[in-house]
């Protein structure tokens, strides 16, 4: 082994928490080591966010195309599977080539390896490219290894028909002619609207009655892109379980709960996700994972281990790469500079980009009236926006949550095109004192997607805002917003 090499601090995983935490602190002057044991940029880069965008990029042009079919357009979209998963490669494989040149310009140690504990100040790593063990001692050191997809408890990963979203990333090359994917989340309507619009016979089955379960979205958005799936011809099983499956060399014979019976060329299990720390020793530094696996940290995103944190998939929390890059915020900080900053996760976007897109901040109206507000929400359709009509895209809708009392902007859900970036419009309004004004008072481009706001606001209240008859009394319980 070699002699000890020592840095402000070690970071443990290189996803978007992992290098996000290494530029930051870099950028403030100190002396950082990354350990990363598989591929630089992490699930998201590698397996997930980037290369599903490409595909789902893909699919919503051929629905898009086909929306306008005797609209000003004569032509059938013709998808091609197998080219669009080399597209996806090749994409992938470019982006994924500037993170470590990123690092390096910024005098960022990257280390090739696997890493494991000695004590909490102390890692060796098995360096990938020399088989030679390293020991590297950190002032603090950050745990960033993410996660990775679970195992069905009847049907195991033992055939290349049977496969996680990790596996259909890196290895399914040829479309399926018949797809199940079990699990209802995230994963599962996003991958069921790319395998049926490249022309899959694609079914769904979930456990519980509702798509999207364990996701802080709201009834009216699981009902709409529900909606939307059953109208592109995507079989929905609910309140269903795979009990069993017969594997033969062509196909995979799945017995459902319900007493049906069904054959695929590809089953592609979604049930959730696992923390990664085997191998991690993370006794040895004294760090305590709670009945699931995920390491414990408090409200610093610090360990049991005074000056190791954790962040990102690792721990308990939103399962996703924006909560990655929040986590690595928070904790790059206290690190660095003590424990100063909480995490909370109310201001930080879910998105899920299927059918249609869904995205999320802050409270919902359950959420907030569970947390003391009494809350009201304005809701529009976007059938009645003139950007939907003009785009032909009129699924979908904008809600805003807000304090009846105060005005106070406590969160909201968009589903519909461009949600993604719109999202960011709500997340400024619930920082901002000036209520549901915070819409009216912004300049918007005509015709486009965020006016939709200021419309949306108008159509509920006093064009020229009543913020001005409410009461605003910031320093009031009830306007202090947490996760």
Known sequence: MSMNQHYDLIIIGCGPGGYKSAITAAKLGYSVAVVEKTHAGGTCLNQGCVPKEILTRIAKLVDGVKSYNGLGLDCSAAPNFSDAIAHKNKLVESTGGTITPWLKQLGIRYIQGEASFVNKNTIRVQNTEDKKDLSLIGDRIIVATGSKPKEHPTIPFRSPHIVNSKEFMFEVTQLPKRALLIGGGCVSTELAFVLRQFGSRVTIVEESGQLLNNTNVTDRARGTLEQKLLQLGINIKKNTRAITEISSEQSINVLFSDSSADGFDLVLIAV????????????????????????????????????????????????????????????????????????????????????????????????????????????????????????????????????????????????????????????????????????????????????????????????????????????????????
Not at 380 to 388: Q, V
Not at 399 to 422: F, K, N, S
């Open 272 to 483: 959730g996700r696992t923390p990664n720390t085997q191998g991690l020793n993370l006794s040895k530094a004294g760090i305590e994972t709670d009945e699931n696996g995920f390491i414990v940290t408090d409200d610093f995103l610090q360990t049991t281990a005074n000056g190791v944190y954790a962040i990102g998939d690792v721990k308990c929390g939103p399962m996703t790469a924006n909560a990655a890059f929040h986590d690595a915020k928070i904790a790059t900080k206290n690190a660095l500079s003590g424990n100063q900053s909480k995490n909370s996760y109310h201001n930080v976007p879910i998105v899920i980009d299927s059918a249609l897109q869904i995205a999320s901040v802050g409270f919902t109206e359950d959420t907030a009236e569970d947390a003391g507000y009494d809350t009201e929400v304005i809701r529009t359709n976007l059938a009645n926006s003139i950007i939907g009509q003009l785009t032909n895209s009129v699924q979908g809708f904008i809600d805003i949550v807000h304090d009846e009392e105060t005005g106070q902007v406590l969160g909201g859900c968009i589903v519909g095109p461009e949600a993604r970036e719109m999202i960011h419009t709500i997340s400024a309004a619930t920082q901002s004192k000036d209520g549901l004004c915070y819409f009216t008072n912004q300049h918007y481009a005509h015709p486009s997607w965020n006016e939709e706001f200021e419309n949306t606001v108008s159509r509920h209240i006093d064009e020229f805002c009543p913020c001005d008859k409410k009461k605003h009394n910031t320093s009031s319980k009830k306007t202090e917003i947490t996760s």
